[in-house]
């Protein structure tokens, strides 16, 4: 593992930072060099963790997680791992995610994942999660991954976009999280199905919520949506569909939020 850099207190760890790591038994919390991790860690701790028996190769890198396709046993799975890593917004603050960061996001992923599962929506269905790890299954076939959606010519695009806004609902409404990332690279297109990946920055829309902010996402992951659907001469208002999401949910609390939208809610 990467030595741990003390960035915020190089040499002498404050009486309150040591008490905090005490209590904490862990090194959550600290932050970490700047280090990719190499495909034989992920292999080490893949397999150390139980949630694979190999690791076949690294897919692709993101900002923020890279995803590597393993087995476990016969069943061929993704795994994402979340880097201790610099991400382009860490380097604005000059700050490192902490490992505990990375962990909470891998955690969060996973569990939305399995929500979005149980409420019926096509996601790739969560198998495991230990630390900045998660598995889920692998959408596609033998070694070849489903293309991403921007990367298929659809038959019936009409059909295929009422089918992406229907799951859509089912998490907005039932799971009650707006994805904050949709688009034509997060979804997938699989046995005549499209899947919806790439969650970990799904933002919930319970009784806390910032509506404002929800009906933001919300309205950019739509409009994000039916750029990709113009190609094929299909043109809807991202206003009135954001409009049926919203009359479908809002907390209850937060009914009021905002006069112009109070009508709809
Ligand atoms: N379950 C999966 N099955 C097949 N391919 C996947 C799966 N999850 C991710 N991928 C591939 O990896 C790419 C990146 O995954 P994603 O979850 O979007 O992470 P990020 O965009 O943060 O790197 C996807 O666009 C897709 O090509
Ligand atoms: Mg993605």
Not at 92 to 115: C, H, N, T, V, W
Not at 166 to 172: E, G, S
Request: proline share 5%; with cysteine.
């Amino acid at each position: 593992m990467s030595p741990v850099v003390e960035k915020l207190n190089p040499r002498k760890p404050s009486a309150l930072s040591m008490k905090r790591d005490a209590q904490r038994g862990d090194k959550r919390g600290r932050t970490v060099a700047i280090n990719e991790i190499t495909l034989d860690e992920v292999r080490n701790d893949a397999i150390k963790f139980g949630l694979a028996t190999e690791v076949l190769y690294q897919m692709n890198g993101g900002k923020e997680a890279s995803i590597y396709l393993v087995y476990w046993k016969d069943f061929p799975l993704i795994l994402k791992a979340y880097r201790f890593w610099q991400s382009a917004q860490a380097k604005k603050s000059k700050g490192f995610f902490a490992p505990g960061r990375m962990q909470a996001i891998a955690a969060k992923e996973y569990d939305l994942l399995l929500a979005c599962f149980n409420a019926g929506m096509n996601v790739p269905t969560p198998v495991g999660r230990v630390g900045n790890y998660l598995t889920m299954r692998f959408v596609g076939n033998g070694l070849e991954p489903a293309p991403q959606l921007r990367n298929v010519q659809l038959e019936e695009p009409d059909l295929v976009l009422d089918e992406i806004l229907d799951d859509y609902l089912i998490m907005y409404r039932d799971v009650h999280y707006v994805h904050g990332d949709l688009s034509a690279y997060n979804i997938l297109w699989w046995e005549g199905r499209a899947w919806i990946i790439d969650l970990p920055q799904a933002y919930q829309v319970g009784p806390w919520a910032e509506m404002k902010r929800v009906v933001t996402l919300l309205r950019r992951d739509i409009v994000n949506l039916l750029q990709y659907f113009k190609k094929y001469g299909i043109r809807r208002d991202p206003d009135e569909i954001v409009k049926v999401f919203l009359s479908e949910y809002v907390p209850h609390n937060l009914r009021n939020y905002d006069e112009t939208v109070a009508g709809g809610a």
